[in-house]
C-alpha cells in the first residue's frame, strides 16, 4: 500500500513538472523608426516629453513557438524622456507564420548621453495569443542598439509555457 500511494505521489509530481514546464526562446527583431502619434512638453524640465509612437517589426531571426516562427509584429507605445534617460511601456500584437497572434506587454529603458540614446533593456511578458498558442504564459528580456535611420535592433530571450490540455469529457451513462 505505501509502494502504491508513492507512486501516485511520485506519478503526480512529474505530471505537474510537465504541465508547469518552460521552454526557452530567443530571436532578433528589427524595428523600423516607430511614428510618432503624437508629443507633449510635460513643462516642469526642458526636454521632458511623453510620446505615444506606433510601429512595425520583422524578425531576423524568428523566434519558436510551439512550432510556428514569429514573423512579423505591430506595437503601440508610450515614451517618457528626459536629458539622461527614457522609460517605455507599450504592448505588441505578433503574427506567427502559422497565422497565430501573440499579444506581448513590454517595458524599457534606455540612458541617453550627450542627446544620443545607449543601448535599452527591457523585459516582456505574454499577455495571451490566439489559436495554438492561446493561452500561452511567460516572460523574458531585451536588449536593443539603434542605427542611424532609427531602427532598432532587439536580442529577445526567455520562457513560456502553454496550459495543460484539457481533460476530455466523461460519457454521460445511458438510462
Known amino acids: 500500500m505505501k509502494g502504491r500511494i508513492l507512486g501516485m505521489a511520485c506519478f503526480a509530481i512529474l505530471l505537474a513538472g510537465a504541465v508547469g514546464a518552460q521552454t526557452k526562446v530567443s530571436g532578433t527583431v528589427v524595428c523600423a523608426k516607430p511614428d510618432v502619434v503624437g508629443t507633449q512638453e510635460v513643462g516642469d524640465h526642458p526636454g521632458h516629453t511623453l510620446t505615444l509612437t506606433k510601429g512595425t517589426c520583422s524578425w531576423s531571426k524568428p523566434m519558436e513557438i510551439e512550432g510556428a516562427k514569429t514573423k512579423d509584429d505591430t506595437d503601440a507605445g508610450f515614451?517618457?524622456?528626459?536629458?539622461?534617460?527614457?522609460?517605455?511601456?507599450?504592448?505588441?500584437?505578433?503574427?506567427?507564420?502559422?497565422?497565430?497572434?501573440?499579444?506581448?506587454?513590454?517595458?524599457?529603458?534606455?540612458?541617453?548621453?550627450?542627446?544620443?540614446?545607449?543601448?535599452?533593456?527591457?523585459?516582456?511578458?505574454?499577455?495571451?495569443?490566439?489559436?495554438?498558442?492561446?493561452?500561452?504564459?511567460?516572460?523574458?528580456?531585451?536588449?536593443?542598439?539603434?542605427?542611424?535611420?532609427?531602427?532598432?535592433?532587439?536580442?529577445v530571450e526567455g520562457e513560456y509555457s502553454m496550459p495543460a490540455p484539457a481533460a476530455p469529457k466523461a460519457a454521460k451513462p445511458k438510462s
Open 79 to 155: 515614451t517618457e524622456a528626459t536629458a539622461t534617460r527614457m522609460n517605455g511601456s507599450g504592448f505588441v500584437v505578433g503574427t506567427l507564420d502559422s497565422g497565430d497572434k501573440m499579444f506581448v506587454s513590454v517595458h524599457d529603458s534606455t540612458p541617453i548621453k550627450d542627446g544620443k540614446p545607449g543601448e535599452t533593456s527591457g523585459a516582456w511578458t505574454f499577455t495571451g495569443g490566439t489559436g495554438k498558442i492561446k493561452g500561452i504564459k511567460g516572460k523574458g528580456t531585451y536588449k536593443g542598439t539603434g542605427s542611424a535611420d532609427g531602427s532598432i535592433t532587439f536580442d
